[in-house]
């Protein structure tokens, strides 16, 4: 490493705090910042504010190591850095837009700070044109200073495997106007040894955006066969590896259930969406992919109930919170939607998320005997009329079917994410259904009469 850069990230969420750890794991020195200030000082005690697997070891490795630590002012974090990534939140507003005012407030106290030439790099996943109105905010806010450039590098991690994502990505996309930005992130890079696209600004923005609804896409393709499946009569696993075994689609998100959830999918589709139509294209497409994803819960419960008969005053174990595993996240999850319907229903639910319960709990408060936290997966099932798996945690897979079988009322799974082990299902004596197969959701198996 010839150069010695200081790297600064604004923002020390699910984005901010693996790309910072990141870099400190390449060599760099990082300060962070947060507006947040119970954040800040959580990260600089070693308490990471979410959980991520691996983030608290990095955490603790690089408070130690010295080349990591969170600042309590912005400012101080924007004169120490001369390259600063804005790793601050998107999100949508009612109208699907993305929000802004975050990347602003950003932009504005870099311009407040600017003391020396340094390199803003957008991280946060932004509709096109952001680096362009983050440049011409920071010389509006800068009283014209022209020391800076603003360049783009979205980030590609998900949540669950947001270092390994970090550490070892499928390609790391950049976005900038001159050769100095360009070499500068490149060299800050370099350590990877991973493939390097240059483009544009605009282009490593939309590069994104169409990620993002591009994998939609082919969660919503993937479910409307399940339906199809389970209309016609056809397999969706079988399905989804005769289309994966083709490398020009590819195996990876075909894997059908409760739809796709989390704070970036849904929003960066609505963002997307919105940014095709300001710019006059029709990308109704994008629409029909968002109304097959709400359409999952619906159908999801639909399936309850055909197992289930009638859902008042049932007993109903729920297990997995999280919009994935791997995460305490449940922002957007399905988990949200489906209890808040068990809710209306009348059934009462028994919850378990080996990571997601606090979260959940503030949305959804404690009720005896109607919504009840459990410890474990077998505790949640006890006394239950059914399973039903919400998130796909490997633990699942792994519990001791003959012990679940008898501590619940009856022995019915029904599997949102198709993550359980049919044939060690029904060796157990259970009635598992399933999404996308016709063959186990038939008349008659699931109607209790
Ligand atoms: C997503 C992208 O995958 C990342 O590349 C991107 O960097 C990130 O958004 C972001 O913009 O920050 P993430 O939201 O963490 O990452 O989660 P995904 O792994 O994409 O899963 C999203 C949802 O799709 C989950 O609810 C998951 O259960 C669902 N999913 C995924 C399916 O229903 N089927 C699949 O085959 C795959």
Not at 109 to 120: H, P, S
Not at 157 to 175: H, K, M, N, S, Y
Not at 321 to 336: C, M, N, Q, V
Request: hydrophobic fraction near 45%.
């Amino acid at each position: 490493m010839t150069l010695k850069r200081q790297v600064g990230v604004l923002g020390l969420g699910h984005v901010g705090l693996p790309t910072g750890l990141g870099f400190a794991e390449l060599g760099w020195t990082v300060v962070g910042t947060d507006s947040d200030r119970a954040k800040v000082e959580a990260v600089n005690a070693g308490i990471p504010p979410f959980y991520e697997p691996g983030l608290e070891e990095l955490l603790h490795r690089h408070l130690n190591s010295g080349r990591f630590r969170a600042l309590p002012e912005i400012g101080d974090a924007v004169r120490q850095a001369d390259i600063l990534f804005i790793c601050v939140g998107t999100p949508h507003r009612e109208d699907g837009s993305a929000d802004l005012s975050q990347v602003e407030g950003a932009a504005r106290t870099v311009a407040e700070n600017l003391d020396a030439y340094k390199l803003i790099v957008e991280k946060s996943t932004a509709p096109v044109m952001t680096a362009l109105w983050v440049e011409r905010a920071i010389q509006r806010y800068s009283n014209g200073r022209r020391d800076f450039e603003v360049a783009c590098n979205p980030e590609f991690l998900r949540e669950g495997t947001a270092i390994r994502d970090f550490l070892q990505p499928d390609r790391i996309v950049i976005g900038a106007n001159s050769e100095k930005a360009k070499e500068w992130l490149r060299e800050l890079y370099e350590p990877l040894a991973r493939p390097m696209l240059i483009t544009d600004r605009n282009s490593a923005e939309m590069i994104k955006h169409a990620s993002n609804s591009f994998l939609a896409l082919k969660i919503s393709f993937i479910n409307m066969l399940s339906d199809l499946c389970e209309a016609a009569g056809a397999n969706i696993q079988d399905i989804a590896t005769g289309l994966g075994l083709d490398p020009r689609i590819g195996a990876h998100f075909l894997q059908a259930g409760i739809g796709y959830g989390g704070f970036c999918l849904p929003k960066d589709l609505k963002a997307f969406i919105h940014v095709a139509e300001e710019h006059g294209v029709n990308f109704n497409l994008l629409r029909e992919v968002e109304r097959i994803n709400q359409s999952r819960v619906d159908r999801f419960l639909r399936k309850v109930q055909k197992a289930l008969w009638v859902l008042e005053g049932k007993k109903l174990a729920v297990w997995g919170l999280a919009f994935k595993p791997h995460t305490d996240d449940i922002r957007d999850a399905p988990s949200l939607h489906i209890v808040r319907r068990l809710r209306q229903a009348r059934a009462s639910v028994r919850l378990y998320d080996p990571e997601a319960t606090r979260e959940f709990q503030r949305d959804f408060p404690e009720e005896p005997d109607r919504l009840v936290y459990c410890s474990s997966a077998l505790e949640a099932a006890r006394g239950a009329e059914a399973v039903l798996v919400l998130t796909e945690w490997p633990e699942f897979r792994n519990v001791d079917w003959k012990q679940v079988r008898a501590s619940m009322a009856l022995p019915i799974v029904v599997d949102g994410r198709n993550c359980l082990d049919a044939d060690a299902l029904r060796a157990a004596g259970f009635e598992y259904h399933r999404v996308g197969e016709a063959s186990l959701v038939g008349e008659g198996v699931g109607i209790a009469v």
